[in-house]
Each structure stands twice: as C-alpha cells, then as structure tokens.
C-alpha cells in the first residue's frame, strides 16, 4: 500500500478513537492502525467512563454506547489489615440524566467507540503493528508495519500507542520511562448475578458504586486499591508503583491476591466466577514528566504522552481529550493549508496548557515525589486512624478522656508532634 | 503460594509459536551480573522464573504485554522487548 493520508493514527485506544474521529469526521482522510484483532484487545481499563470528554467528541453517545452502570455512589477506604475506615458520598443528584460517570468494560466499548470511527469516514486496519516511524531528517513522514509492503505515509502521525509507546522511543522523541514514573496495576473481573450485586452494594437499576481504597493493601507501597460495580460483574484491582514493587520484592498478584482476602472486601466477592485477569502499567509521573508532545510532523496523545491525573484516578478522560485537541489542531491547519511543522503543530501544547489537562497535572506536580519520600501515608497513618477508630468505639469501662489520650499518645509515639506537622504541611502544599 | 498459572488460564491468548516477542538480551548477565533479577517477581504473568543454578527462564507465552519487564531491566537493560506480530498475543475479553 502506497497510499498517502491526511494523517495515521497509530492504535485504536480512547486518545486514537478521539482522534481519529475527529479528523474523519471533519473529511480529512485518516488511516488507523491497531495491532490488536480488534479494537480493545489489547486494552485495559478500571473502568469509569468521564461523560464530559466523551460528549465534547460524540455527544449523544448514551443513545448506543455499552454502558455497565452509571455512578450514585463513591466510597473511600483507609484499610488497616483487619477494618478500615471510610467515608461515602452518595446523592440522588447522581440519578438525574445526563449522567456523569459510568462503569464500562473496555473491550465492549472499545469496539463501540471504533465502530463510530469507523462511520465517521475513517480506514481502520486491525491486526497490524506499526514497526517504525518513516523519518525524512527530522521530520516524521509515514510508518512502517509488519505487513508486507507495510509503508504508509500521511502529512501527520499521532502516536497513540500506548504506555509503553515503543514507537517514540525508538524515534528518540521521548526518554525511557523510569520505574518511579509508573504504576502497575493488576485487575481482575468477577462475574455474579444483577441481584446479587444490587442487593450487596445497596443500589439498583443501573445505578453503581465505586470504593477507591488506600493503606495496607499496598504494604507500604505507594498505590491504591480499587472495586467497581458492573451490571454483571464486579472488578477489583490494585496498583503500586513499579519502582516499589521492585524494591519491596513483592509480586503483584500475590498482593491482589492478599486484597482479596481482606475480611471487609471478601465478602463483596464472594460466589463470583473470575473470568479474566489482566495487568496494566499507568504512566503516574505527572507534570515534571510530560514529554515532548509535538514535533516535524508528529504528535503525542493519551498515555503515550502522560497524560494521568494520578491523584484523581483519571485518565481515560485526558486521553480523549488530548485525542481530541490533537485532531481540532490538525483541522485547523489543513484548513489553512499549513505543513505540519513542529512551529504549527505547537498549537497543540498550547490548547492543552490552557484546558483542564495541563492546568490539572501542574497543580498536582509536586505529588508524586512527596508520596515517593514519605511512605507513612500509605502504612503509619492508616494504621493510627484505625487504632483510634477502635479504641473510641469499643465500649470497656474506660473514660473517653482518658481514650483520647491514648488515641493522641500513639499517634505522637508513632510519628512524633514534629512529623505530624511536617506531614500536614507537605499534604497542604501537594493540594493547593 | 498463589500460583499466577490459574489465573492466566482464564485469559484468552492466540500465541506465535516459535516467535516471542521478548527475549533475553545476554542470558549470561541475569545469571552472573544480575544480583536482584527483579524480573522473577515483578512480572505480573510470572513468564521469568529462575533457576537453581541463577539462570532465568523466560516463557512469553502467558504475557499480559503490560511492558514491566522492559521499564524494571534498569541496570543491564537486559529485555528486549517488541510488540507481538499483529493480531497474536493477548487478547482481552473484557480489559
């Protein structure tokens, strides 16, 4: 095939899927490549669904898209090996249409989301990995894959390859991730009757729950827990930082494992059938390690470029909005006729450091190097807050002024008035 | 011990045989040169195990192509790791 396009997406995630809708539906002519048999085989999510990126991109995708449920509730979980204790936020303004946030299971999405570019005038081939970026100098001119005759050239190339984005590496475009810049997240799914699930989580119809958990499910690692309700299935997770799974000795699917044994999360599982079990890396590096994004005739989406709010468990979003951003920059300047230089396509950056995606990452950039120095968050604390929980609620005979002084006791033996302090201080500084 | 074999057996894989996608840059590293091999334990499909005399054995066939081993290789950068020839590898039911 020699055949020249518009522009190549390379993958068919969320950010591709952006992308390349938003191209093809402008008329621009847009191949794109996905090494999996299908769009979302090889892609793996928790998965909630932010509607708002979505709808800026397809806005009444809720007419067909593979919904599971859409999200009433939100627990938080701060685990100690026995108990934990948590918050909820459920509100019935969650149950008004148009809904915010849903579960989804991303295989079945994936295809849907495809289909749609597919529609949108799109060439989707399946079943082919882009080898290598056809450079002319410097500048990036079309790709190379394993088909045979695999040369296809475009004025522009998105890269939306993924975590790991071989392709931009290869091209010198961005460093090696380091282990301290991603998290892996281990999943399973766990299939289990409607009932069983509305009855277990309190809710019904299609209206579902999320518990985000922290502590000593990640043995002092640096990470979270997670349990989604599907209509069918729940899915339960855990991710960590790679460079603490490497220092800890710690496998990860002996500490899913260990999660799942926990007395507050097994009774949540119990009687499910496990039918898939899948492991991710999420780039959580935040702002200091955003790479380059653009360049001679290429441009960086989703994963590929960073593009997770860690703090705030979002991703999917970011990738289908820089998906999106990428696609409107590319418009614009075939509109005008201009080449995809790196001068122009810096368009790109500069729409994204004026939208929730840079503004959000910068805010938290200090983040991931405060939790990285201060594993007390993730072992100490949760540990002294169930302490205190236990200690106020069990009911012996003791005073309760007496209680509050063991409560205050323990937690200076544990991280001394000056570490309190300085923790308070580092969480205020991370946040504002 | 959990065995991470039960777990990968409920996944669906199309694999190419005789063509792995990761090899083992100089096996002679992990063996000699290599005194953590990270590998063994951090893999989330358990595909490296080590053997009583330190030799690593990798076994690709139940690869989750999360890219752990690649990024964790960080003294001897020792993983050569590729992408599956399209259409072969892992292939997710749900994700």
């Known amino acids: ?432 | 011990m959990i065995k991470v074999e039960e777990k990968l057996f409920q996944n669906r894989y199309r694999v190419d045989a005789e063509h792995p996608h990761i090899n083992i840059g100089n096996p002679e590293v992990c063996q000699v040169e290599c005194k953590t091999q990270q590998c063994t334990y951090c893999c989330p499909a358990g595909c490296y195990t080590r053997e009583g005399n330190g030799r690593i054995v990798l076994i690709t066939d139940g690869c989750l192509e999360c890219g752990t081993c690649r990024i964790i290789c960080t003294e001897f950068r020792n993983v050569e790791w590729e992408y599956p020839r399209g259409g072969y590898g892992i292939l997710f039911k749900f994700g």
């Open chain 1, 1 to 432: 095939m020699d055949e020249k396009f518009d522009a190549i997406v390379v993958g068919a995630g969320p950010s591709g899927n952006a992308a390349a809708y938003t191209m093809a539906k402008a008329g621009l002519k847009v191949l794109q490549l996905e090494r999996g048999e299908y769009p979302g085989s090889k892609n793996v999510q928790g998965a909630i669904l932010y509607s708002d990126a979505l709808e800026r991109i397809i806005p009444d995708f809720r007419e067909d898209a593979p919904l599971e449920r859409h999200l009433i509730e939100q627990r938080m979980w701060v685990l100690d090996d026995e108990s934990y204790v948590g918050s909820n936020y459920r509100s019935d303004e969650f149950n008004k249409p148009p809904y915010n946030r849903y579960t989804i299971i991303r295989a079945q999405f994936d295809k849907w989301f495809s289909q749609k570019v597919r529609e949108a005038g799109a060439l989707i081939i399946c079943e082919t990995t882009v080898t290598d970026l056809i450079m002319d100098r410097t500048r990036v001119i079309g790709v190379r894959t394993d088909r045979e005759g695999g040369s296809i050239y475009a004025d522009v190339v998105i890269l939306a390859d993924g975590v790991n984005s071989l392709l931009a590496k290869k091209a010198g475009f961005h460093p090696e991730l380091h282990p301290k810049d991603v998290a892996l997240a281990v999943k399973e799914i766990h299939f289990l009757p409607q009932e069983t699930i509305e009855q277990r989580f309190n809710v019904g119809g299609d209206e579902g729950v999320v518990i985000e958990m922290a502590g000593k499910i990640t043995q002092g690692m640096v990470g979270t827990g997670f349990l989604y309700t599907n209509k069918e299935s729940l899915t339960i997770g855990v991710g960590c930082m790679l460079s603490d799974f490497k220092q800890q000795g710690t496998s990860p699917y002996a500490l899913l494992e260990q999660m799942k044994s926990h007395p507050s999360i097994k009774p949540l599982l119990a009687g499910g059938e496990m039918k898939e079990y899948t492991a991710h890396l999420i780039p959580e590096g935040g702002y200091n390690a955003v790479p380059q994004i653009y360049g001679e005739g290429w441009l960086i989406v989703g994963d590929s470029g960073m593009f997770v709010n860690a703090v705030h468990r979002e991703g999917s979003n970011l990738a289908m909005t820089t998906g999106r951003v990428a696609g409107e920059t590319v418009i614009e300047l075939a509109a005008r006729k201009k080449p995809m230089s790196a001068a122009n396509l810096a368009l790109y950056r500069k729409t994204l450091d004026d939208s929730f995606v840079m503004k959000d990452l910068k805010k938290y950039r200090n983040m991931p190097e405060i939790l990285h120095g201060n594993h007390q968050f993730f072992t100490t604390y949760p540990e002294l807050v169930n302490r205190a929980m236990h200690t106020m609620l069990t009911v012996d005979g003791i005073d309760k002024k007496t209680k509050e002084r063991e409560v205050r006791q323990d937690f200076r033996k544990k991280r001394s008035l000056f570490g309190l302090m300085g923790d308070a201080f580092k969480m205020w500084r991370a946040f504002e």
